[in-house]
């Protein structure tokens, strides 16, 4: 079940922004109302394209306003054609979202709440910070206390027929994920050069 002010996001921003939306339910229940974010009453500006850009990110990531100022700034520091691949590097590339890029959990929100608690060590090395940096060749375990956990149990059947992208990769035998490249921007979600033009102005 979709809580209230999720729904209210969703409608507003599309159903892309959380995985509970992208349901038939969800459909059903926006076509009764109106799905405001694929039919807005009026034309939006750019700044309002851009700033339903902005907070599509905010929200699918679960970031706050200074952390996706910081990463913006970071993509900055790229010249040229490679400014938005930095961005979504900067956003895939944190702990939480590898997570759930693994497979581990069903929402970048639970796995914030799995690394939060302290079920993963990274390099040998216990990470409780979700927005922990990764980068490519970083080795993404399940602490040893933590295999028996609920949340683990069945994880061999839980990801029998999941594909995570080609960035990463989880050995469900060793119990442990591998960052193996930079990850390729192909959300279609995102618009990720509006919301740099965002921070631009």
């Excluded at 702990?95 to 799995?114: E, H, K």
């Excluded at 302290?118 to 060749?137: A, C, M, Q, W």
């Excluded at 040893?144 to 050995?171: A, C, H, L, R």
Aim: glycine share 6%; proline share 3%.
């Amino acid at each position: 079940m979709i809580s209230k002010p999720k729904f209210k996001i969703c409608r507003r921003l599309g159903p892309g922004v959380y995985d509970k939306c992208q349901t038939s339910k969800f459909k059903v229940a926006s076509s009764k109302g109106g799905l405001l974010g694929a039919r807005h009453p009026k034309a939006l500006s750019e700044y309002g394209t851009q700033l339903i850009e902005k907070q599509k990110i905010r929200f699918s990531y679960g970031i706050t306003e200074r952390q996706l100022s910081n990463y913006v700034k970071k993509a900055f520091l790229v010249k040229g054609v490679g400014t938005t691949e930095k961005l979504f590097e900067e956003l895939e590339f944190r702990l939480d979202n590898a997570v759930y890029r693994m497979g581990l959990s069903n929402s970048r929100r639970a796995a914030r709440q799995m690394v939060s608690h302290g079920h993963f060590i990274v390099n040998d090395k216990k990470v409780t910070i979700p927005s922990y940096e990764l980068r490519s060749g970083d080795i993404v375990k399940i602490r040893q206390e933590s295999k028996g956990k609920k949340i683990f149990s069945n994880i061999t059947e839980k990801m029998k027929d999941y594909n995570p992208p080609v960035w990463i990769n989880f050995d469900v035998n060793n119990m442990e994920g591998k960052i193996l490249d930079k990850p390729k921007n192909i959300e279609s979600f995102f618009d990720l050069n509006a919301v740099l033009e965002f921070y631009s102005r």
